[in-house]
């Protein structure tokens, strides 16, 4: 365990719900970020939360909106998705250390929309 | 445009062997990091690599690091089928705050 969790592990959701999914880290972090990873593609660094302060918006569309309410836990709540947003979603933290920033990744939420 | 891109893009080895893959950047780097991630998991930093080191070893893993060729190597020894997984390489460059940027990364799958 790498001290992230993420829930849900598996969420199957329809274009028209809203959903959450939750990032809880037990290392105490400073940092947080939340990240997309498509089939066959890098890693979409979506958002960063510093300090609890959003420091990072990767162009992401409105329909996926942040919640960082301390430093140990982020949301990421989900609106109005569309099936090209099925993905593997995940959650890290760091230190915030600028010289190495190593991050601790939480296991991922399997996002699949209908 | 990607930082990193690792290479090969998929490799396929027996236990005991050897395996290494190679990550190419293109911008000045304060860091290079290796992670691992197993199959719909996430991912598992193996190893840090700082601009002014050139190798560095962890237990069966050695990282090397070019940065005049703005490249690097992760060699993993002695493959065992636990081994099987996704290895990425990410940066942290000069201009950045410690943004991490993550290549592709290349699918190792040991036989037994």
């Known amino acids: 365990e790498t001290g992230v969790t993420q829930t849900p592990r598996h969420l199957v959701m329809g274009m028209t719900n809203k959903k959450s999914l939750k990032c809880e880290q037990h290392?105490?972090?400073?940092?947080m970020y939340w990240y997309k990873q498509s089939a066959k593609k890098p890693l979409e660094l979506m958002f960063v939360?510093?300090?609890?302060?959003?420091?990072e918006n990767n162009s992401v569309p409105s329909r996926f909106s942040p919640e960082c309410p301390n430093s140990s836990h982020l949301f990421l709540h989900l609106h109005t998705l569309q099936p090209e947003d099925s993905a593997l979603y995940l959650c890290a933290s760091s230190q915030g250390d600028r010289e190495s920033n190593e991050q601790f990744f939480g296991p991922g939420t399997r996002l699949t929309v209908l | 445009s990607q930082q990193g891109e690792e290479d090969p893009q998929a490799l396929s080895i027996q236990e005991g062997e050897n395996a290494t893959m190679n990550c190419s950047y293109k911008?000045?780097?304060?860091?290079l990091q290796w992670y691992r991630q197993n199959s719909g998991r996430g991912l598992v930093h193996l190893i840090l690599?700082?601009?002014?080191?050139r190798e560095k070893h962890s237990g069966r893993l050695r990282v090397t690091l070019d940065t005049s060729k703005k490249s690097s190597s992760l060699l993993i020894t002695a493959s065992r089928a636990a081994d099987t997984a996704s290895y990425f390489c990410?940066?942290?460059?000069?201009?950045?705050?410690?943004?991490?940027?993550f290549g592709a990364g290349t699918q190792v799958v040991v036989t037994p």
């Open positions: 911008t000045s780097i304060n860091n």
């Open positions: 690599i700082r601009s002014n080191e």
């Open positions: 939360y510093s300090l609890e302060e959003r420091v």
């Open positions: 990410a940066t942290v460059t000069t201009d950045s705050w410690g943004k991490l940027q």
């Open positions: 290392l105490g972090h400073n940092a």
